[in-house]
C-alpha cells in the first residue's frame, strides 16, 4: 500500500525539525538541505541563469568526508532563514518584474492589477514542480491561488501578488530541503522505501546535482521508477545527458573537498602568483581534470592519479611555468586550454595540481602532515586522530631552522617524540613525496639549498617522487574502495554500514568495469538498496524531532 | 664591468633553473634557443645627484607663474592680487584666473593661444638644466665629447642623455635608478595594467655562452599581469600583437659578460599608451639588460627620440599636468630644443634628443598558435 507523504517541517524555536502533524501518523524520510550549488542550479534550472541570488548561506557541513552527508544531519537557525528569505524575495522579485515577466509566465492576467486564478495556478504549478521536485497537489495549487489572490487584493497588483506568494515558495521547507519521503517496501516486509517522488529526487541529484525533469517527474508520476525496467529507462536516458558532467563534478566537488579552495589564504611575499583568482581555477582545474578522465569512454578512475593530462587558464601555466596556446580573440578574457604535460616532467595526475598542494599547506610553508593526512582520510577513507593538544610544533614551524633545513629533516626530529611518532609514520611518508611542490603550488628541487628527498613507501611499495606515489595509489585496492564507500554515501545521504553486502557487490562490480565512474553510478542507481530506508535511517531520521 | 652584471657562470644557472623558452617558430630554424620577457617597469633613467643643478632647483609653480605672468607684461600690482588667492583648489575655473591665464600664454600672431599644444609659442622661460657630470644611458655618438656625461657606476665616458639633463632640475623628474622618479612612478602605476605589454625576446644559439643574439621587441594583445603583491608575474603567456608597425624591430646584439647588449644604428618603433607615447621612437637604439637568479632582467634601453614625443608624454595633460608635475611645461619643451643632439636636419635644425629609459622585464611565454589540439610541454619547458 503506497502512504500517503505526511512528513512535516515544523520551525520550532529558530530550529527545523522533521515530524508531522501528529506522532501517530508520523512516517519519516530523508532530509538533505540544498548545498548552494544545489541551491543555485534549482533556481537556474528553473528560471534562467540570468536571476541572480544574493545573500549569504548558511555553511555546509561535512560529515563522514561528506557534505551530502552532512545536508541529511543540519537544520535552519533563524538567522539563516532570514537569510533565505532575502534571497528568496529577490528571486521572486526578478522573476516577475516588468523585464522578465513575459518569457516566465505561461500566461497574460486579464488585469494587471486584480487577481487572475487561471493564469496563476498555471505559474505556481509548473514553477511549484521545479522547485519542490515533484507535482503540487491540487490541494497544494489551490492553496497557493488563494494566497496570491489575497497578496494581489492588497497590494492591487498581480504580478507583485504573485511575486510574494512565489517567495514564500522558496523559503518553503519543500524547496529548502530534500524531501525524500517513504512508503512500505513491498519486498522488505516491515521496511521502507523512497516513494516515486523520493525515487525522482535522489535519482537526479544524483546523477545531475539538480532537480529532476519533467520527463523523469512524469516517469515517477505513472509508477515507472518501481519497475526495474521503467528505471533502466530512465536511468539509461539521464546517464546520456549532458548533465551526468554536472553530478560527477558535483561528486568529486564534494569527495575532494574542494570547497576549501576557497578558505585558501597564501603569504603575498612568498607565494606572490597565488591569489584569490588562483583559488578558483586551480579547483576548477581540478575539476575538469577528473571530469575529462572519468567521463570518457572506458575512463579509468584511477587515472586521475597518474594523467598527464589536464586544462589549464594562463594564470595557472604561469605557476606552472609552462607556456600555453593561446588564440582568444583580441579583448577575450582568459580562457581554459587543455594541456598535457612532458612525460618527464614532475607533475602528473591530480595530487600534485595547485588545488592538492595548496590546500593542505599552510599559508607560509608546504605541510606534508596536512597532505599526509588529506591523502589518508580524503582518498583512502581512513581516519587520522587529531594531535593531542599539548604537542609542541616549533620545530616543524621553523623553516629557517640552520640545523633542519628540509621538511624531512623537521619532522623526523618532531616525531622523536613518542606521541607524535605514530601518526607522523603513518601520513607523512606520503606527504612528503610531494615536497617537491611547495606552498603556493611552484615546482621545487630543494628547500633552503638542500635537495628535496621525495621517497618514501606506501602500503610496501615504494616510489620516489610525486609521480611514483600517484602510480602507487593507483594500484591500490584502497582507492577504489574508498570511491565505492564515498560515492554510496553520497548517493544515500549516509555512511554505509561497514561490509554490507550490496556495497562489496558494488565494489567487486566497479573493478569489473574497469573502475568506470559511470557505470558505477548506473550500478548504484540500480541497486534496489539505494532507494530502500533502512530500519537505521528511519530511525536516525525520526531521532532528529 | 657593470656592478649589476652577473657572471658567465651565473647566466647559466639562471637559463637552466629560472628562464622560461618560447618556440614561436616551429620550422628548421628552431634550433635556436629563445627567450621572452614582459615589460615589468619603465621610466627615464635618472641619476640625479646633490648639487648638479648649478643655482638649484627650478621654481616652484607659484614662483614660476609670477615670473610668467611678469612675461606676459602684465603689472606687478595685478599679479600680486592674483597670486594672493593662488592654490584656492575651490575656486571653479570661471573664477580661477590664474588658470586661465596660464592656460592660454602661447602667442599664434598675436593671438592668445592654448600653451600646451603650442610650446614654442611660449615664452622660453629659460629653466635651469643639468650642469653636473654624471648620468645613465648609452655612448650613442660614440663620441666621448667633453659636455657629455659618465656613468656614475661604471665610469664610462661620453654618455649621451640629454633628456635628463632637460628635465633634471624640476623635482618630480629626479631621482635615482633604484628610487624612480615622482613623475614616472606615477605614469607607471597609472598605464601598467592598461597598456599592451611590452615584450622582450632573446634568441640565439646558446644563451648560457657569450655571442651573437637576436634582440626582438614586439608588443602584447595582452597587459602585463601583476601577482598580489604588486610585482609583474612571471612565466605568464602573451600573445603577439600582428601590428606591422613593430615588425622590424629586430636587432643584432650581442652577449657579453652575461649581459644582454645591442649598439644598432637602426630604430626602435613600439606603440605604448595613450598616456604617456602613443609612438615611441629611437634612433640608434641601444639597449643593456643584466639578469638575477630568478630570471628577471633589468638594465637600460636607449637612443635618440623625437623631442615632440617627449614633451606630449609631459604637455599632453596641459594645466593639471603642469600643475602636478612641472612648474613650467613649454620651459621644458624649449629646454629640450635647446640641448637637442639628435641628427641636424638640411636646415640644421635638431628634432630629436638623447635618452635613455630604465626598464625592467620578467620571464614570460609567447604564445603558440592554437591548433585546436591538446597542448603538449615543449622540450624546452619540460627541460628547464
Redesign the interface.
Known sequence: MKLPVKAAILCVAGTLSIGAASADDLIPGVARRLTTAQYTRVIADTFGPTIKIGGRFDPDVRIDGLIEVGAAQVSLSSTSLAQYDAMARSIATQVLNEENRVTMLPCQPASATAADDACAAKFLSRVGASLFRRPLTPVEIAHQVKTAATATEKVKDFYQGLSLTLASMLTAPEFLFRIESVEADPANKGGYRLDDAGKATRLSFFLWDGAPDAELLRAAQKGELDTPRGLDKQITRMMASPRLKDGVRAFFDDMLQLAGMEDVMKDGTLFPKFNAQMTTEAREQTLRTIVAVVTAPKGDYREIFTTKKTFLTAGLASIYKVQLPFDAPIGAPDYWKPYEFAQDDPRAGILMQTSFVTMNSHPGRSSPTLRGKALREVLLCQKVPAPPADVNFTIVQDTSNPIYKTARERLKAHAVNPVCAGCHKLIDPMGLALENFDGGGSYRTAENGVKIDTSGEFDGVKFTDGAGLGRVLHDNQAIPSCLVQRLTAYGLGRTPAKNEAWVEALKAAFAKDGYNVPALMRSLALTPEFYRATPTEIKAASNTH | MNRNAISRAGLGRVLTAAA????ASTGPAAAKESRSYVLAYFGHAVASKEGDCQGGLNPKLDIQYAKNMQALGMPGAEIEKLMKNFGDEGQSWDKNKIGQIMNTRARVNGEAENTFAHPAAVADANLKYVTGKVAKGFNLDGAADADAFADPDTGEKGIDNQVFRALGCVDPFRGTLASGTAFWLFMWMAEKDSMPAWLITVEGDDLSKDGPVDVILSRA??VT?F???G?A???????QDPDPRMKANVFKGEIKGGIVNVASQANLHMMQDQLTFPNFDLANFHLRLTSDTEGRMEGLIGGYQPIEQVYFALGQGGLAAENNYSPELPGMYHLMRKLADGPADAQGQRWSISTAYHIKAVPA???????G???????N????
Open positions: 622560461v623558452f618560447a618556440l594583445i595582452e599581469k601577482n598580489a603583491n610585482e608575474r612571471a612565466d605568464m603567456t602573451y600573445r611565454f609567447m604564445a603558440v598558435k592554437d591548433t589540439a591538446t597542448a603538449k610541454a615543449s622540450e619547458t619540460a627541460n628547464r
